[in-house]
């Protein structure tokens, strides 16, 4: 079974350009969740879609969005890029909401 | 509101048991989770626990869950150098708020 892929794998933006990353889930799994990772705040919520509808969402401004659709892929958009939004995208799938999460590999951002 | 503190670094000898530390504040948290991280890729689930548990063991790995602290521990066996790596601790909210709180992880070292 295919894990969790993320596209793209490396990807370089400048301020105020927006960017969308994309998520496949494992087959079967109708949950996807997004997290950021930076050095300083480690690991972070951004939010959760589960059958295409947002069932949570962490403390992040409204830059940052996502839609799912309905084979379950999603799509994280940030708009208006920060210098601060450089950060190693992760998302996760699950079968359900509140189960075991699975990571892809992420997507690195850098803005210059 | 939720948090998780895990000991910064651990350093050990390959052949010697590697015993990382993690402390959570939700008392509400259902499952609790070791993710590996090795340098450039995503998270790798390793292991979890039920709330109602106190101890699994799976392999080389033997998790350890302390309720009434709030205290869990990744015991790994016979370490070696391919272990090196970051790992997390993280909690599963209970309720409906379906998300990852993670600590700020460990890097394992494992020295020839």
């Known amino acids: 079974k295919a894990g969790v892929t993320q596209t793209p794998r490396y990807l370089i933006k400048t301020r105020g350009q927006q960017v969308t990353l994309s998520c496949s889930p494992i087959?079967?799994?109708?949950?996807v969740s997004w997290y950021q990772q930076t050095p300083g705040q480690g690991l972070q919520f951004l939010f959760e879609y589960f059958s295409e509808t947002q069932r949570n969402k962490g403390n992040f401004p409204g830059r940052f969005s996502g839609r799912q659709f309905s084979n379950s892929r999603s799509e994280m958009n940030v708009s208006t890029l920060e210098l601060g939004d450089s950060a190693l995208y992760l998302c996760a799938s699950s079968r359900g909401s509140g189960e075991k999460l699975f990571f892809g590999s992420g997507t690195q951002l850098s803005v210059l | 509101g939720e948090d998780v503190e895990q000991s910064l670094f651990l350093s050990v000898r390959e052949g010697d048991s590697s015993v990382i530390n993690c402390t959570y504040t939700d008392s509400s948290s259902t499952y609790l989770y070791w993710y590996k991280q090795e340098p450039g890729a995503g998270l790798q689930l390793l292991t979890y626990?039920?709330?109602?548990?106190d101890m699994k063991q799976d392999q080389r790995l033997t998790v350890l869950l302390n309720k009434k602290d709030k205290h869990l521990s990744l015991r790994i066996a016979d370490t070696q150098t391919g272990d090196s790596a970051i790992y997390f601790c993280?909690?599963?909210?209970?309720?409906?708020?379906?998300?990852?709180?993670f600590g700020k992880g460990t890097l394992l070292t494992v020295n020839p």
């Open positions: 626990i039920f709330s109602n548990m």
């Open positions: 993280a909690e599963m909210s209970g309720g409906s708020n379906y998300k990852l709180t």
């Open positions: 087959s079967g799994h109708r949950s």
